[in-house]
């Protein structure tokens, strides 16, 4: 039978995969300077964003998603990352125009949960959710 420190590390092992997610924190809105960066894009709906380490190399940085108002009550929703200081954009991301959920690094990877529609759902209302991820 193993002894107590086996099976502690053993316990640990298994318990740090998840453990070593770093969730990024959620704030409504964005830096001004990326507010004056995203309105050159057009009529801007709402935005929310997403603080913390993309690139492994300490951060912080910023996933946002911006909902530019497309007429009526629909809006075309974008993704990008913004990093350094002072904030720049870096890259856009291809969501196929999926709202975010959360955001979380694993591991070197950037996770991303989106929602997306099920069978039966309605256009306002997409119940399903669908982890993509991407390296930097």
Not at 107 to 114: D, T
Not at 130 to 136: I, P
């Amino acid at each position: 039978m193993p002894n107590k420190e086996v099976l502690s590390f053993c316990a640990l092992m298994l318990l740090s995969g998840p453990a070593l997610a770093q969730d990024f924190a959620l704030t409504e809105g964005a830096p001004a300077g990326v507010m004056s960066d995203l309105a050159s894009g057009g009529a801007i709906d709402r935005v929310r964003s997403w603080s913390g380490n993309v690139d492994g190399q300490g951060g912080p940085d910023l996933i946002v998603q911006v909902a530019y108002a497309t007429g009526g009550n629909s809006v075309n929703l974008q993704h990008f990352v913004y990093g350094g200081s002072p904030l720049r954009r870096t890259h856009e991301l291809s969501l196929d125009q999926a709202g975010i959920a959360a955001v979380r690094r694993v591991g070197g990877q950037v996770e991303i949960i989106k929602n997306v529609y099920r069978s039966g759902d309605r256009r306002c209302c997409p119940t399903g959710r669908e982890a993509v991820r991407f390296s930097f």
